[in-house]
């Protein structure tokens, strides 16, 4: 299976921040979900992909191009959705489209009047008036409305109401429906990922925390509840990470390890909330 | 690029009507005067501010980092803006010839003070974009009032009186008009030609 990207030991460093050894490959036909705190470096992340941001070191491949930001060609088939809507709120969605055909080779005017028409954004209405689940459909309609076969899409359902995010989600199951189409998003609902995402990568403290497929990851840890005493007497490399007290205490441990124990599945934002406690 | 000419025009199109209307006023100042000098200046400030302006909705909207996702280099969207000036520029150019042919009076005049103040608007201009570039609305604007300033302070410290001053301008005066039009347009395409490698260097170096 060919990887639509493909990242080996990125490095960026900032004063004050730094994103250290990111490795991680997305398959074709795949939806990865990058989730991480605040500050966790996943937009850093996404811009170094999209070709905004260069790398310090390492290697980062998109469609099988390296040379991401200045690969005109290959930008035809990279869709970007960014947290905010780019377009200025005195333009339409008309406006749109036609300045999208001129920037696009690949941009296809019809494709886009029938996503307008799809999400029910008026093609005349001012972007400046659009709710922000109309300007985030605004955006992801521009990301399809070209020859795109990977999507980027950074918070995209963030400050969406559940039945617009439930709209958006499956809209890029739609998209993967192609095997050679796949999707990059961040986002904090992590309930939207684990809906849609065949792949999670945690991000923490600009470190990859793990990037694994989701079925494997759900079915991999347990939380078990028990006392302190008992996660202390647990083999240290078994332990995720572990909240409560002395008596009333959770750990989340793998699988195999919780059983004697009072057990539940945890879900990913569990897995997520369990581990970046641990190594803060 | 066409793309991005598109979406400054009708990021602009708010403004047309304000922009018509002070056009239309100083031409009928202008016509009734019988000069075109205050006319060219005043259409030659409109162009200077038309590319900042357009920043300006790019800044707001954050455009400039998703333009940079699509097929669209640095360079690009600095030329964009160049363009849009100087093609503000042409249309200035043709509306001050129809208003000198229709006044006619000082044809040859108007039309060379009009290409002298074009070229003056356009070392403006270039001073201008790399600052506009480099830094965000409102400390451009700042740094614009200083540098319109920073001559005058000069002048003013230095102690050069009027009198020096205007025996400058006669010296000037004494250069065949058409020497001094060629001068002109040569710093200005000198100084459009570094402004835009500047301007260049400077959206490359810059965290969108």
Same mark, same amino acid.
């Given at each position: 299976m060919n990887n639509s990207i493909h990242l080996k030991n990125v490095t960026k460093r900032y004063k004050d921040f730094a994103l250290e050894n990111i490795s991680l490959d997305l398959p074709q036909g795949c939806i990865m979900g990058l989730i991480g705190e605040n500050g966790a470096g996943k937009s850093t992340l996404l811009r170094i992909i999209t070709g905004l941001a260069d790398k310090d070191e390492g290697t980062v491949e998109a469609l099988g191009s390296n040379d991401i930001a200045r690969d005109r060609n290959l930008k035809e088939h990279i869709g970007v959705a960014l947290d905010k809507c780019a377009f200025s709120g005195a333009l339409n969605a008309d406006d749109v489209n036609k300045i999208m055909s001129g920037i696009?080779?690949?941009?296809n005017k019809d494709a886009f009047s029938e996503y307008v028409e799809r999400f029910k954004? =008026? $093609?005349?209405?001012?972007?400046?008036?659009?709710?922000r689940g109309m300007t985030m459909k605004l955006s992801i309609a521009a990301a399809l409305?070209?020859?795109?076969k990977l999507l980027i899409l950074d918070e995209?359902? =963030? $400050?969406?109401d559940p039945i617009v995010r439930d709209e958006i989600l499956d809209i890029l199951l739609d998209f993967i429906q192609d095997e050679t189409h796949s999707v990059l998003m961040s986002s904090h609902i992590v309930s939207d990922l684990e809906k849609a995402c065949d792949y999670i990568a945690f991000l923490h403290q600009g470190r990859l925390v793990f990037c694994e497929e989701k079925d494997e990851l759900l079915d991999k840890y347990a939380i078990i509840k028990c006392t302190g005493a008992e996660i202390d007497a647990?083999?240290?490399?078994?332990?995720?990470g572990r909240r409560g007290g002395r008596y009333g205490a959770e750990a989340l441990v793998l699988k195999e390890t919780a059983s004697g124990f009072v057990s539940d599945k945890p879900s990913i934002e569990d897995i997520m909330v369990f581990m970046g406690k641990e190594r803060d | 690029m066409k793309g991005l000419i598109l979406k400054d025009l009708m990021n602009l199109r708010q403004q047309w009507g304000a922009y018509l209307i002070i056009v239309a006023l100083w031409g009928m100042i202008s016509l009734k005067d019988g000069s075109l000098s205050v006319f060219s200046g005043c259409i030659g400030m409109l162009m200077v501010m038309l590319p900042a302006t357009a920043l300006a909705y790019d800044e707001r909207s954050g455009w400039n980092a998703y333009a940079l996702?699509?097929?669209?280099?640095r360079r690009d969207i600095v030329l964009s803006k160049y363009i849009l000036a100087l093609a503000a520029m042409a249309a200035a150019m043709i509306l001050n010839l129809v208003f000198s042919a229709v006044v006619r009076e000082n044809f040859f005049e108007n039309v060379l003070g009009m290409f002298c103040t074009m070229c003056v608007m356009t070392i403006w201009l270039s001073i201008l974009m790399p600052v506009r570039f480099k830094f965000d609305a409102e400390k451009a604007r700042v740094i614009s009032i200083v540098m319109v300033l920073i001559p005058v302070v000069i002048i003013v410290t230095a102690g050069i009186s009027i009198d020096r001053a205007a025996g400058g301008v006669d010296m000037i005066n004494e250069f065949p008009a058409i020497f001094a039009f060629a001068v002109f347009a040569a710093a200005a395409v000198a100084a459009l030609a570094v402004s835009m490698w500047i301007s260049v260097k400077i959206v490359n170096n810059k965290d969108f």
């Amino acid at each position: 299976m060919n990887n639509s990207i493909h990242l080996k030991n990125v490095t960026k460093r900032y004063k004050d921040f730094a994103l250290e050894n990111i490795s991680l490959d997305l398959p074709q036909g795949c939806i990865m979900g990058l989730i991480g705190e605040n500050g966790a470096g996943k937009s850093t992340l996404l811009r170094i992909i999209t070709g905004l941001a260069d790398k310090d070191e390492g290697t980062v491949e998109a469609l099988g191009s390296n040379d991401i930001a200045r690969d005109r060609n290959l930008k035809e088939h990279i869709g970007v959705a960014l947290d905010k809507c780019a377009f200025s709120g005195a333009l339409n969605a008309d406006d749109v489209n036609k300045i999208m055909s001129g920037i696009y080779k690949t941009w296809n005017k019809d494709a886009f009047s029938e996503y307008v028409e799809r999400f029910k954004l =008026s $093609g005349k209405k001012k972007i400046k008036d659009y709710s922000r689940g109309m300007t985030m459909k605004l955006s992801i309609a521009a990301a399809l409305s070209h020859d795109s076969k990977l999507l980027i899409l950074d918070e995209a359902t =963030s $400050g969406l109401d559940p039945i617009v995010r439930d709209e958006i989600l499956d809209i890029l199951l739609d998209f993967i429906q192609d095997e050679t189409h796949s999707v990059l998003m961040s986002s904090h609902i992590v309930s939207d990922l684990e809906k849609a995402c065949d792949y999670i990568a945690f991000l923490h403290q600009g470190r990859l925390v793990f990037c694994e497929e989701k079925d494997e990851l759900l079915d991999k840890y347990a939380i078990i509840k028990c006392t302190g005493a008992e996660i202390d007497a647990l083999d240290k490399n078994v332990v995720y990470g572990r909240r409560g007290g002395r008596y009333g205490a959770e750990a989340l441990v793998l699988k195999e390890t919780a059983s004697g124990f009072v057990s539940d599945k945890p879900s990913i934002e569990d897995i997520m909330v369990f581990m970046g406690k641990e190594r803060d | 690029m066409k793309g991005l000419i598109l979406k400054d025009l009708m990021n602009l199109r708010q403004q047309w009507g304000a922009y018509l209307i002070i056009v239309a006023l100083w031409g009928m100042i202008s016509l009734k005067d019988g000069s075109l000098s205050v006319f060219s200046g005043c259409i030659g400030m409109l162009m200077v501010m038309l590319p900042a302006t357009a920043l300006a909705y790019d800044e707001r909207s954050g455009w400039n980092a998703y333009a940079l996702t699509m097929p669209v280099t640095r360079r690009d969207i600095v030329l964009s803006k160049y363009i849009l000036a100087l093609a503000a520029m042409a249309a200035a150019m043709i509306l001050n010839l129809v208003f000198s042919a229709v006044v006619r009076e000082n044809f040859f005049e108007n039309v060379l003070g009009m290409f002298c103040t074009m070229c003056v608007m356009t070392i403006w201009l270039s001073i201008l974009m790399p600052v506009r570039f480099k830094f965000d609305a409102e400390k451009a604007r700042v740094i614009s009032i200083v540098m319109v300033l920073i001559p005058v302070v000069i002048i003013v410290t230095a102690g050069i009186s009027i009198d020096r001053a205007a025996g400058g301008v006669d010296m000037i005066n004494e250069f065949p008009a058409i020497f001094a039009f060629a001068v002109f347009a040569a710093a200005a395409v000198a100084a459009l030609a570094v402004s835009m490698w500047i301007s260049v260097k400077i959206v490359n170096n810059k965290d969108f």
